[in-house]
């Protein structure tokens, strides 16, 4: 059984950092694609960051150079390192971990909510 622990969101004025983690069991983490998404009020979930197995980057536009992904094999962690945090950032943030052997899975979601 696959089961994600999403931990670190919070609340914090613009300009400020926040790190989210995600915890992964009961999946073969060094091989699975991991990966943040957030849902804001009234908008659709998108993309925020993901990182492959062999350590590929991908980011959204808005996030460019302001967050940066990361993650812990040894540990089954993915990070989200989140710098200049502005209000439009405010959002549920979701983890992400998946294969195409083993499916993919959602964490519970954690709020972020950034005050100008």
């Known amino acids: 059984q696959v089961q994600l622990v999403e931990s670190g969101g919070g609340m914090v004025q613009a300009g400020g950092s926040l790190r989210l983690s995600c915890a992964a069991s009961?999946?073969?983490?060094?091989?699975?694609?991991t990966g943040w998404y957030r849902q804001g009020p009234g908008k659709k979930r998108e993309l925020v960051a993901m990182i492959y197995a062999y350590g590929t980057t991908n980011y959204a536009d808005s996030v460019k150079g302001r967050f940066t992904i990361s993650r812990d094999n040894a540990r089954s962690t993915v990070y989200l390192q989140m710098n200049g945090l502005k209000p439009e950032d405010t959002a549920v943030y979701y983890c992400?971990?998946?294969?195409?052997?083993?499916?993919?899975?959602w964490g519970q979601g954690t709020q972020v909510t950034v005050s100008s």
């Open positions: 992400n971990v998946g294969s195409q052997l083993q499916g993919t899975y």
């Open positions: 009961g999946i073969i983490f060094s091989r699975a694609y």
